[in-house]
Nanobody, 127 residues
């Protein structure tokens, strides 16, 4: 079983930066581990649907960003540390949400194709 644990959330002011981390452990029944998963960061604000923020392929050569975060957020991964990061700069109040990391067998923005999810970390940006 693959476990994902997010950290790094908090309360910040508009314009500040945060770096989220997602540490992975375990393996699937077939032996698949973190380095073979595409990873994604998602967020869900109160009363809104969960949305894809950024994704990264298992090697890290391909990335995707939602238009709302492009140029401000950077997703990266360190397969040696089994960790994926989300560097968030120039934060805005509309970035306030619970942020989740997730693992998928494919490089995709489709939430339904992510099989493993973390418990989420709250990010609150005050104006």
């Amino acid at each position: 079983q693959v476990q994902l644990v997010e950290s790094g959330g908090g309360l910040v002011q508009a314009g500040d930066s945060l770096r989220l981390s997602c540490a992975a452990s375990g393996r699937t029944a077939s032996g698949r581990t973190f380095s073979r998963f595409a990873m994604g960061w998602f967020r869900q604000a109160p009363g809104k649907e969960r949305e894809c923020v950024a994704t990264i392929s298992w090697i890290g050569g391909n990335t995707y960003y939602a238009d709302s975060v492009k140029g401000r957020f950077t997703i990266s991964r360190d397969n040696a540390k089994n960790t994926v990061y989300l560097q968030m700069n120039s934060l805005k109040p509309e970035d306030t949400a619970v942020y989740y990391c997730a693992a998928s067998n494919t490089f995709t923005t489709d939430l339904a194709r992510y099989d493993y999810w973390g418990q989420g970390t709250q990010v609150t940006v005050s104006s």
